[in-house]
């Protein structure tokens, strides 16, 4: 097993258990505890994990994804940044499409500037906020699940096959030093994973929070987007 495969296994472990003990991930990959140790110390430096007296887990940032609200707080300055260097792409009479990250509903303000723009998004707080700017705005219907704004599973997925758009403004949770985009949702990644699939444009909104990180599930490489913005 390489070492990009044990640290999978690791995460994928605590992904289900949310705790690990150095002895039982040691047993279980079959490798050293020191070697276990400095899979742990790595993980810990990207901001995978979080090692504590008797073990390791997950911090709160990865093992699940905060609110909508809670995240559309967090470095505002950096993503009304990101929005306007973003701001670029848009053109009059184009179809876009906005994911449910609170990353690029900063982009709304801008959007609002253009005329004939039809928005597409599955967050119901970024369609709300997208019609009181005078936005023509279609929400993707799906589940709320857990009374989350962000609308997914089998309807939404349904609803994205037969759409098609200019454009897609995206973000995720972690961008790793090899250029993986990723994030820790699975439901989510993939409904981004079928947007990607219906735009003709694709791209990529990243502030500094997550850079240099790793989450479960992989969305796509940098290098398979058509622009990446950077705070």
């Given at each position: 097993?390489?070492?990009?495969?044990?640290?999978?296994?690791?995460?994928?472990?605590?992904?289900?258990?949310?705790?690990?003990?150095?002895?039982?991930?040691?047993?279980?990959?079959?490798?050293?505890?020191?070697?276990?140790?400095?899979?742990?110390?790595?993980?810990?430096?990207?901001?995978?994990?979080?090692?504590?007296?008797?073990?390791?887990?997950?911090?709160?940032?990865?093992?699940?994804?905060?609110?909508?609200?809670?995240?559309?707080?967090?470095?505002?300055?950096?993503?009304?940044?990101?929005?306007?260097?973003?701001?670029?792409?848009?053109?009059?009479?184009?179809?876009?499409?906005?994911?449910?990250?609170?990353?690029?509903?900063?982009?709304?303000?801008?959007?609002?500037?253009?005329?004939?723009?039809?928005?597409?998004?599955?967050?119901?707080?970024t369609a709300m906020d997208a019609i009181a700017l005078g936005?023509?705005?279609?929400?993707?219907?799906?589940?709320?699940?857990?009374?989350?704004?962000?609308?997914?599973?089998?309807?939404?997925?349904?609803?994205?096959?037969?759409?098609?758009?200019?454009?897609?403004?995206?973000?995720?949770?972690?961008?790793?030093?090899?250029?993986?985009?990723?994030?820790?949702?699975?439901?989510?990644?993939?409904?981004?994973?079928?947007?990607?699939?219906?735009?003709?444009?694709?791209?990529?909104?990243?502030?500094?929070?997550?850079?240099?990180?790793?989450?479960?599930?992989?969305?796509?490489?940098?290098?398979?987007?058509?622009?990446?913005?950077?705070?």
């Amino acid at each position: 097993m390489s070492r990009t495969q044990r640290q999978e296994e690791i995460l994928q472990h605590l992904h289900r258990e949310r705790f690990a003990t150095v002895r039982e991930l040691s047993e279980r990959t079959f490798i050293s505890p020191s070697s276990i140790r400095r899979d742990l110390a790595e993980l810990e430096h990207r901001g995978l994990v979080r090692r504590t007296h008797g073990g390791v887990t997950l911090p709160e940032t990865v093992a699940g994804v905060a609110s909508f609200q809670k995240r559309k707080e967090q470095n505002v300055q950096g993503k009304r940044l990101l929005a306007k260097k973003a701001a670029r792409f848009l053109a009059d009479g184009q179809s876009i499409m906005l994911d449910s990250s609170s990353t690029v509903s900063f982009l709304l303000p801008y959007i609002a500037r253009h005329s004939g723009i039809r928005l597409f998004t599955n967050n119901l707080s970024t369609a709300m906020d997208a019609i009181a700017l005078g936005i023509d705005t279609c929400c993707i219907g799906g589940h709320a699940a857990q009374g989350s704004v962000v609308l997914g599973g089998p309807l939404a997925c349904q609803a994205m096959e037969n759409l098609r758009f200019d454009t897609v403004f995206f973000s995720s949770q972690s961008l790793d030093e090899e250029g993986v985009i990723s994030d820790s949702c699975e439901e989510e990644n993939y409904l981004r994973q079928l947007m990607l699939r219906r735009a003709s444009r694709k791209i990529f909104l990243c502030d500094r929070e997550k850079l240099g990180k790793r989450s479960l599930h992989t969305l796509c490489r940098l290098d398979q987007v058509d622009e990446a913005v950077f705070e």
